[in-house]
């Protein structure tokens, strides 16, 4: 085999079992025009591979709603990833096993602004608890921790 020969062999090989370049996931993030930490979050996504679309709105708290987030597990915003509402500071692995499992859900939401959650200061001081959420009203289950 001449070198012309492998060296050909060599390229076929390097790009035929080189992954392909996934795109990114798009979501769109609604948060209060005055939350600075929601853009710390969405930056947390991109810098994990996310392409995101932030929207400032007054209308949150209906957003989530309509949903399927009840009032009290709302966290400080409200996105949209695949058909699914992820609310609140939820860590990327969860989400990613949120798009992965695909589960008959409306979303997932991490409630309130947890102190080390992604994109909050802080340190971490407790488990993060996940919750599913669906839209017919039944009570949030829990989806993980972390």
Do not use: W
Not at 111 to 135: C, H, Q
Request: hydrophobic fraction near 40%; proline fraction near 8%.
């Amino acid at each position: 085999m001449n070198r012309t020969t492998r060296l050909a062999g060599f390229v076929a090989l390097v790009a035929f079992s080189t992954p392909a370049i996934a795109e990114p996931i798009h979501a769109i993030l609604y948060k209060n025009p005055q939350c600075s930490c929601c853009e710390k979050y969405a930056a947390y996504l991109r810098h994990n591979g996310f392409d995101v679309e932030v929207k400032p709105t007054n209308d949150l708290a209906e957003i989530s709603s309509k949903a399927g987030v009840p009032e009290r597990m709302e966290g400080c915003h409200t996105m949209f990833i695949n058909g699914y509402v992820i609310d609140g500071h939820v860590p990327v692995d969860i989400v990613r096993k949120l798009l992965s499992e695909k589960p008959a859900i409306a979303g997932i939401t991490l409630p309130g602004m947890p102190s080390g959650s992604p994109g909050m200061v802080g340190a971490k001081t407790e488990k993060f608890v996940i919750y599913a959420v669906t839209k017919d009203g039944n009570a949030p289950t829990v989806y993980a921790a972390e």
